[in-house]
């Protein structure tokens, strides 16, 4: 079964300080792994995608990374603006749909 | 670029009404549209697929009858729910493929979806 688990399901920083989140998922045929924000009251908004292991795409503080059971996305020196609910989701090639993991909400403190 | 927009942002109903929520992609053709249910502090659940011109593909558990959806052209789709109750409420989501990145000899980019800012039904 399409599976897409994310960890953890709360993160609480201090500003500047440095973290990663985790995107495990078990996907038939994967058509590509995708990030996406989402703010308290809206859609989500798209971050990155990525489509083969070893590959990397940055945006600011974020960086995200892929290998061929996880994705993790990397975020430097965040600041209180970052807060937010980072949804990681898998695109299955076979069924033609995008999974969901359940989110993993940030907080950064000032 | 590909930006999607929903109307309206937000609903009050009376039970048994119906409701109708649209979604458009602004800048970009849309082949397939997809509608999500999201619950509070809950990740988004897929309801249907809506391809443009033929009719829509529901999730298992979800009422094609109570959610009518609608994908007349390939800049717009609508979610109508019929006979809304209380149970109804939440918050809709829409997103969209891109169709002409299908055509850009990258087809790893058709694959990006969009979404919309979402609507919040409340159903009193």
């Known amino acids: 079964e399409d599976q897409v688990t994310q960890s953890p399901e709360a993160l609480r920083l201090q500003e500047g300080e440095s973290s990663s989140l985790n995107c495990s998922y078990t996907?038939?045929?994967?058509?590509?792994l995708f990030w996406y924000r989402q703010d308290p009251g809206k859609g989500p908004e798209f971050l990155f995608t990525l489509y083969s292991a070893g590959e990397e795409k940055e945006k600011e503080r974020l960086k995200a990374t892929l290998t061929k059971k996880e994705s993790f996305l990397h975020i430097t020196a965040p600041k209180p603006e970052d807060s937010a609910t980072y949804l990681c989701a898998a695109f299955s090639g076979n069924t033609g749909k995008l999974i969901f993991g359940q989110g993993t909400t940030l907080q950064v403190k000032p | 670029g590909a930006v999607v927009s929903q109307h309206p942002s937000w609903v009050i109903c009376k039970s048994g009404t119906s409701v109708k929520i649209e979604c458009r992609s602004l800048?970009?053709?849309?082949?397939?549209m997809f509608w999500y249910r999201q619950f509070p502090k809950q990740s988004l659940m897929l309801m249907a697929t809506s391809n443009e011109g033929s009719k829509a593909t529901y999730e298992q558990g979800v009422e094609k009858d109570k959610f009518l959806i609608n994908h007349a052209s390939l800049t717009l789709s609508t979610l109508t729910v019929t006979s809304a109750h209380p149970e109804d409420s939440s918050f809709y989501i829409c997103?969209?493929?891109?169709?002409?990145?299908?055509?850009?000899?990258?087809?790893?980019?058709?694959?990006?979806?969009?979404f919309g800012p979402g609507t919040r039904l409340t159903v009193t």
């Open positions: 800048d970009f053709q849309a082949t397939t």
């Open positions: 996907v038939s045929g994967l058509r590509g």
């Open positions: 997103s969209a493929r891109d169709w002409g990145a299908t055509g850009t000899g990258d087809p790893q980019s058709s694959y990006e979806q969009y």
